[in-house]
């Protein structure tokens, strides 16, 4: 085992992301919309579990989306749950580790009436900048969509 409830700990504090995501998945698509939203994230439960929450206008509506992220020691394992201002339903969403400074997380998502492979990944790039993107894999082709990128950058104190 090489993971432990500081995994996350990057990712503590207040941030501003710069998110591009894909105007339409799966869809051979090569256009992002880009929007800003503020960010902040925590420990609870003794490090055991952490709570985050992304917020701020997005196509001129309040949006809110928080994750919750609790470690399974025993399996040296992370489940990503989430939810938002449209879907106010905490869900599971992803599960995984990290390795060699990666996070990588698996799961399935429904998208435009099929469910797709779905993968999200964490790199700390510097302590005051930090990647996530969120990619679905195509049935067929087995390739990765990479259709939600993240940028993250430390708010000055």
Known sequence: MTGSIHDFDFIFGDWIITH???????????E???????????????????EDKAFGEVGGE?????????????????TIY???TSNPQLIEQVRGRFA???GLFYGEEAYEG???????????ISDDKLHWDQAFQDPQTKE??????????????
Do not use: H
């Open 62 to 78: 309040f949006f809110e989306g928080r994750s919750l992220r609790t470690y399974d020691a025993a399996n040296d394992e992370w």
């Open 20 to 30: 591009k995501r894909l105007a339409k998945r799966m869809s051979g698509s090569d």
């Open 82 to 84: 989430w939810m938002d």
């Open 100 to 102: 060699s400074g990666v």
């Open 114 to 124: 099929k469910i797709y492979r779905m993968r999200f990944e964490w790199k700390k």
């Open 144 to 157: 990765w969509e990479v259709n939600w990128i993240m940028d993250f950058r430390r708010k000055a104190n």
């Open 32 to 50: 992002w919309l880009t929007f800003e939203t503020n960010y902040q994230a925590w420990p609870i439960l003794g490090g055991a579990a952490n």
